[in-house]
């Protein structure tokens, strides 16, 4: 590369302040979610936007749609895209349409990378490794897996919370040894300090 001193260290920076801004973007959106329950995906509206992100200008989705798991912003290396969130008022206000399910392609496609000639499976538009949402990627994944158990069932939940107690004292040692700290310090605590979901 013949550019500019410094560039690649540039590309880090803005990648990685780019990527926080999201995750807290998203974690305040989930926090109002009740009174704001909709999320509307913007691009910068300039000639620099991707034509690959120029359609998702404007989708006006419900902030649980499984469309923010995989396309949360930023999408790709430099990407401007933003995510807000939004009010049935708001809606209103701003003549916004909520878009429709079926205009929304959640569709894997396959590419041969022309250098390896690897078959990868990735999300039109989506740069290959970005199609994550950084706001859940921030979140303690002990938080966030205790989150996804509470969703289960009751009777799944149980057995399930059992399972991952078990697999966190068989692999993990920090767990182990932080189970049997809090177990000597308190009898009492010992019972509560398994593994529990959303804790």
Request: some cysteine.
């Amino acid at each position: 590369y013949k550019g500019k001193r410094g560039w690649r260290s540039n590309v880090i920076y803005q990648n990685n302040k780019n990527t926080a801004n999201a995750a807290g973007r998203w974690t305040q959106q989930q926090r109002v979610k009740g009174t704001r329950p909709f999320l509307l995906y913007t691009t910068a509206g300039d000639e620099k936007v991707r034509t690959d992100h120029r359609p998702w200008h404007k989708f006006l989705l419900p902030v649980d749609h499984p469309f923010w798991l995989t396309h949360y912003p930023p999408n790709g290396w430099n990407c401007r895209c933003k995510v807000i969130s939004l009010s049935e008022r708001d809606i209103k206000r701003m003549n916004l349409k909520i878009t429709e399910p079926g205009s929304v392609d959640l569709r894997k496609i396959s590419q041969t990378d022309t250098v390896t000639g690897e078959v990868i499976e990735k999300f039109p538009g989506v740069d290959l490794g970005w199609d994550y949402n950084p706001g859940m990627a921030w979140v303690a994944p002990d938080i966030a897996l205790g989150r996804e158990l509470v969703k289960l069932p009751p009777v799944v939940r149980k057995t399930s919370i059992s399972a991952v107690n078990t697999k966190l004292q068989e692999q993990v040692p920090s767990y182990r040894a932080w189970l049997a700290n809090m177990s000597a310090q308190t009898p009492e605590y010992a019972a509560r300090s398994r593994f529990v979901a959303g804790h």
